[in-house]
């Protein structure tokens, strides 16, 4: 798996856009985007994934460069539920988690 | 569909006995894979098991740990001879990778307390 780089923490306001970056410089050409999250110390929810094309879906988009180097998780109104440790993977079938970006969502 | 099932949600063992986790993958998954995740820690990738097939254990500790995937019934993951540091939240997640869906769900995981 490629290796992933993400802010330790970020905050947001609730009813904001939480943009979320990561950078995976190193992803091959077979390697997927992945994006889980993990709240408290619950199993981690699966979000969204994509190879080269932006995907949205009922709980977020993803936009990948054109050379698949960096994403961007959206959470287009955030809100405290969506308080949450976010993880980016870089790989074909095993998904190696890093330390993830902890999102703060205050009222 | 049910989701991924994982027992027992808590798990105590003293040191010496054997832990064994159970994982039953959603319908139709054929991958599973096992994850450690110690307090205040990251998820660490265990084992990943196709049925009857280990496919990748390059996360799995040399000794002690073991992993199978059987034709019928659940994932096990089998902890011999326990130890304090066994202690940790391991979480299960299965996939129908192989098809055009390469979702992953997991499991709400079993805490494992080695007293």
């Known amino acids: 798996d490629a290796k992933t780089t993400q802010p330790p923490s970020m905050d947001c306001a609730e009813g904001r856009a939480a943009n979320l970056p990561c950078n995976h410089s190193?992803?091959?050409?077979?390697?997927?985007v992945y994006w889980y999250r993990q709240i408290h110390s619950q199993g981690p929810q699966y979000i969204i994934h994509?190879?080269?094309n932006n995907e949205t879906n009922e709980m977020a988009s993803l936009i990948i460069t054109e050379d698949r180097k960096s994403s961007t998780l959206i959470l287009p109104h955030a809100t405290l539920r969506d308080t949450a440790v976010y993880y980016c993977?870089?790989?074909?079938?095993?998904?190696?988690f890093g330390k993830g970006t902890m999102l703060l969502v205050s009222p | 569909n049910a989701g991924v099932m994982q027992n027992p949600r808590h798990l105590v063992r003293r040191r010496g006995q054997e832990a064994r986790l159970r994982c039953s993958p959603m319908?139709?998954?054929?991958?599973v894979y096992w994850y450690r995740q110690l307090p205040e820690e990251g998820l660490k990738f265990m084992v990943y098991?196709?049925?009857?097939?280990?496919?990748?254990e390059s996360g799995m500790p040399k000794e002690r740990f073991s992993a199978e995937f059987p034709k019928e019934g659940p994932s096990i993951l089998r902890i011999q001879q326990v130890v304090r540091g066994d202690s940790a939240a391991y979480f299960c997640?299965?996939?129908?990778?192989?098809?055009?869906?390469?979702?992953?769900?997991f499991g709400q995981g079993t805490r494992l307390t080695v007293v």
């Open positions: 997640a299965s996939s129908p990778f192989g098809t055009s869906d390469r979702r992953a769900f």
């Open positions: 190193t992803i091959s050409g077979n390697e997927y």
């Open positions: 994509g190879l080269k």
């Open positions: 993977i870089a790989g074909y079938s095993t998904l190696t």
């Open positions: 319908k139709g998954h054929s991958h």
């Open positions: 098991l196709q049925k009857e097939n280990i496919i990748d």
